[in-house]
Every structure is written in structure tokens, then in C-alpha cells.
């Protein structure tokens, strides 16, 4: 079996694009899967939440830093993670600013 493929095979299968109102899914990035918890909601390290919402990472960052992206969680490796709320509000959140700043 070629080694790639071996590789592929033993990945999690991909939780596909996720519908959320006001946050654009661009389906050409990769790594946008998060981890889906017990209850269900899924997370994501600000890598991922970057491809998610097409935005760049330090991008999110900015996002942490103005208070948009709060209390967040920690995965076994210490990175903090975001829920797709979180992500979906802060991206309307900045929509909205920018949205101001235009007018």
C-alpha cells in the first residue's frame, strides 16, 4: 500500500463545511476540520479557525486581542481552541466594524 494512503486512511474522517449565518466557508482551503466534543459542538486552534473562515491567522489574533474571541479552551497540547460560535460570532462581530468603517 503506498505510504500516503496508509497515512490517509488512519486520518478521522472530515466533518465537511459547516452552514453558519454571515460566516463564508471557503471549501479550497484544508485543515478546517475542529475536534467535535461529547455534547456535539466542535472546535477549533486558531490554524483552523484561519481556514475555516477564509480569514488569515493573524487575523484571529487580532480577533483575541480586541476581546472577539474570549475564554477559550485548551486542547491536550495547550493551543488554544475556539467553538464554531465563538468563531461565527467574532466574524460577524468584524463584519459589522468593518461594515461601520466603510460608511
Known amino acids: 500500500m503506498h505510504a500516503a ?10 466533518l465537511g463545511l459547516f452552514c453558519i ?4 466557508m471557503h471549501p479550497d482551503r484544508t485543515d478546517t476540520d475542529g475536534r467535535e466534543a461529547a455534547d456535539g459542538s466542535i472546535w ?3 490554524r483552523q479557525a484561519a481556514a475555516f473562515t477564509g480569514r488569515n491567522v493573524q487575523t484571529i489574533y487580532s480577533w483575541e486581542r480586541r476581546g472577539h474571541l474570549a475564554n477559550p479552551r485548551h486542547d491536550e497540547h495547550g493551543r488554544r481552541i475556539y467553538s464554531q460560535q465563538q468563531i461565527a460570532a467574532a466574524e460577524q462581530q468584524a463584519r459589522h ?7
Open 44 to 46: 477549533f486552534t486558531i
Open 21 to 24: 449565518p454571515g460566516v463564508t
Open 5 to 14: 494512503r496508509a497515512w490517509q486512511e488512519h486520518q478521522p474522517p472530515r
Open 97 to 103: 466594524n468593518d461594515n461601520r468603517r466603510a460608511a
